[in-house]
């Protein structure tokens, strides 16, 4: 099989079990890398020989973690699931995950920088940060809410199709309803003239063809939607996709500098200083695990730290 058939089939075998489009990317990038790194190598070695010198060179190159992890379930993804092959245990050298304190800016640097975070390109990025920070959500989860997902009297959120692939439900602030409210009814006149010219939006997985009349209506209907509608990198159908997550990251980045936080402040560092704030605030832990859509409690622990200075110094008690 050349590179063109094993990345098409590749492409092929994603969409069939309708993984997220930025999984097709980031497995399709590592097979080419992959392919290309296999082309110096001698014929005799076999495919197990083959992805643990690939893997070794990325440890050796000082990736990360969890970069050589990615690459690793990619060439592992193409031969289980598209050869229909198991190259057996790899014993690669393998980059080591670092252990980290998780922190987070202060709850007065935060509120300093919502206070003057702007929109960016006349999209409602300062709303969407602040539901980063008010919900706890990753930067891709507000901008993937739809109309069916606000539930403004029960002040709720519908978070679909997370990591892991798992949906989940979080609290909306009273303060960010009357914000919530005024941008569903920009989006709504959005997508009037969306209905009138025929442009559909994208449905996950094969609702399309279930309900071919979904793709116009107003549930489905995105709650920032994009300015231009673009084509679908799949089909190729003229589409309105949503805000894209970079017009967020600038808007961070923008504020961060400008209160003295440059370069310690993402729109992910958000969803940190949530799990932190509210944990400090008194929030059950359980809650937190919850709001955050945490698999297994002992990745919210991470954000409970003893507090190593409350412990005394024995030089305190030393005479000298």
Known sequence: MNERTAIQSLRDCIRRKHLALSTERSYVYWLRQYCSAIKAYPAALDTR???????????????????????FNAILFFYRH???????????LRAKRPQHIRTAPSFDEIRDLLLIVRDIHQYPTRLIVHLLYACGLRVSEPLNLRFKDVHLDARRLDIRDGKGSKDRVVRLPDSLADPISAQLTLASCMWQRDRANGIPVPLPGRLDRKYPSARHSLPWYWLFPSHKPCRHPRTGETVRWRCHQSNVQRAVRSAAREVGLDGLVTPHVLRHAYATHAIERGASIRDVQAALGHKHLDTTMRYVTPDALNVPSPLEAAAC
């Open 49 to 71: 020989a083959r992805i643990e010198r690939f893997l070794s060179t990325l440890a050796l190159q000082r990736v990360s973690a969890s970069t050589q992890n990615q690459a």
């Open 82 to 92: 598209v050869l229909k092959t198991d190259p057996g245990p790899i014993n690669a």
